[in-house]
């Protein structure tokens, strides 16, 4: 289709510059045009069904065209269609939005704080930790402690944090002020014979020895996802985040929870906090909040937090920050409808219960000669591609067979997404137990058809 001059494949090369792409990979293969969606499934241009084993970008909770979210949309649309949160203004559906979130929060939490991404989000956490500093005479304490293979978002801020080469590479990035500790993934990064107990110390020995290096007084925060999803989907190893949680408390540091993935059930509860048993200043939310419907994120701060700020805004005269359209009604709509609609229908409970057989089926595929690990819980999962199972050595160059293997997955009406070697699965939380049998069912299929290309 993209050799006719007015397809929407070639006007797509043309005038479109995709996010997270080889620019000049895309001018030479172009793009694949999703048309509609409904349910776990998603259509192209030509017709061709997907099942969207991804959930577009780990987000779309309640599924593709949930009538309820689009009847949200309109309703709130005609009403209001836009109203800002700025000089003591509001509006209706950001209250009932802020109380629901706070309300809702497995900790403590005072105020909920809105805008439009993750990633923004996250850069806005940093700013009010840094204010926050200043409020309480601690000018020094500005540094934000971040972890390899960590996503956090992709902002000048955010993407600091994020622990991942080509989020750096040719930015300029990292920015000051930002450290990186150890990944907490344990097939890679364990010592021979480390127990996941073993290994969870010596990260958080790892942690406290990089605090002191710094000084203890200058780092003001520590940021974590439950579960790292664009890093791999690297699931914490046994008494990881219980010891890292007592580092952080002996030296009096900010814990931020990153639950841009984690929540809303994507970890069998309805907080990737609540799974780990983790005790969060700030916790960060986006994607699942709305189903990616809309673009809305929020931050929800304790009063630790709150307090000085506050404070320190009243000295001032004004918090001076904040987003045009944060908090956007219809966006909050629409939230507020996804949130009621993941409790009626019960889809943390689905996540938890399908999640465990798609685990089981993860380990089924374990034991494949191209497969080096699975790891996931709940509904996400990653498998991780090698060429020699017992080295962890990859098949030519890192990320090879990840994408061959992605592109046979695709060609099978399976969207995953390869990070690197790593081929994530986290679809939508309204799915079953025999759509996730058509997943697998596809993956050991492009499996045994990658093994005989390698081969080869």
């Known amino acids: 289709m993209d050799s006719q001059p007015n397809s929407p494949e070639a006007r797509d090369k043309k005038y479109h510059m995709h996010a997270y792409t080889n620019a000049r990979r895309h001018e030479e293969v172009g793009p ?40 949200a949309a309109t309703r709130q649309m005609a009403k209001l269609p836009f109203y800002h949160n700025f000089t003591h203004k509001g509006h209706s559906p950001l209250v009932d939005l802020a109380e629901k979130l706070v309300t809702m929060a497995p900790v403590p939490m005072s105020k909920a704080f809105f805008t439009n991404s993750g990633s ?174 809309l673009p809305i994120s929020a931050m929800l701060i304790n009063d630790k937090v709150y307090e000085p700020i506050a404070d320190e805004s009243n000295r001032i005269g004004t918090f001076g920050h904040g987003f045009t359209a944060g908090g956007h009604p219809v966006a909050a709509a629409v939230a507020l409808e996804n949130i009621a609609i993941i409790e009626e229908r019960n889809l943390v409970d689905n996540a938890r219960e399908v999640g465990a057989h798609m685990q089981k089926r993860l380990a089924r595929i374990a034991s494949h000669d191209l497969v080096g690990e699975v790891r996931g819980i709940a509904l996400i999962g990653a498998m991780e591609l090698v060429a020699d199972k017992t080295t962890k050595a990859p098949w030519g160059a890192a990320g090879a067979l990840g994408g061959l293997v992605n592109g046979l997955l695709q060609q099978n009406g399976v969207i995953s997404r390869n990070m690197g070697d790593a081929l994530a699965f986290c679809p939508p939380l309204i799915i079953n137990d025999k759509q996730v049998d058509d997943i697998f069912d596809a993956v050991e299929k492009s499996l045994d058809e990658a093994a005989r290309q390698v081969k080869a």
């Not at 241009?45 to 949930?66: C, D, P, Q, T």
């Not at 906090?273 to 709305?290: C, F, G, H, L, N």
């Open 120 to 293: 923004e989000a996250n850069d806005t956490a940093m700013k009010m930790i840094w204010y926050r500093s200043n409020a309480l005479g601690q000018p020094q304490r500005k540094k934000i402690i971040s972890r390899k293979r960590a996503y956090h978002g992709v902002t000048i801020a955010s993407a600091s944090l994020t622990g991942l080469p080509n989020n750096h590479l040719s930015f300029d990035l990292p920015i000051a002020n930002v450290l990186h500790t150890s990944s907490p993934h344990h097939w890679r990064e364990a010592l021979p014979g480390e127990t996941e107990q073993q290994f969870s110390t010596r990260l958080a020995d790892d942690l406290e020895k990089l605090i002191l290096a710094e000084g203890p007084e200058t780092i003001a925060a520590f940021f974590g996802e439950p579960v790292m999803g664009a890093g791999g989907v690297v699931v914490p190893p046994a008494g990881y985040w219980e010891k890292i949680q007592a580092v952080l408390q002996k030296y009096d540091i900010l814990l931020v929870a990153d639950e841009v993935i984690c929540g809303f059930g994507r970890t069998g509860n309805m907080f990737g906090t609540e799974t780990y048993a983790m005790r969060p200043d700030i916790m960060v939310m986006s994607k699942q909040i709305s189903s990616s419907y």
């Open 32 to 71: 694949l045009i999703i048309e509609k969606g409904d349910g776990i499934y998603v259509e192209d241009i030509s017709g061709k069904r997907y099942i969207e084993a991804m959930s577009g970008l780990w987000s779309v909770g309640v599924g593709f065209s949930e009538k309820r979210l689009v009847d």
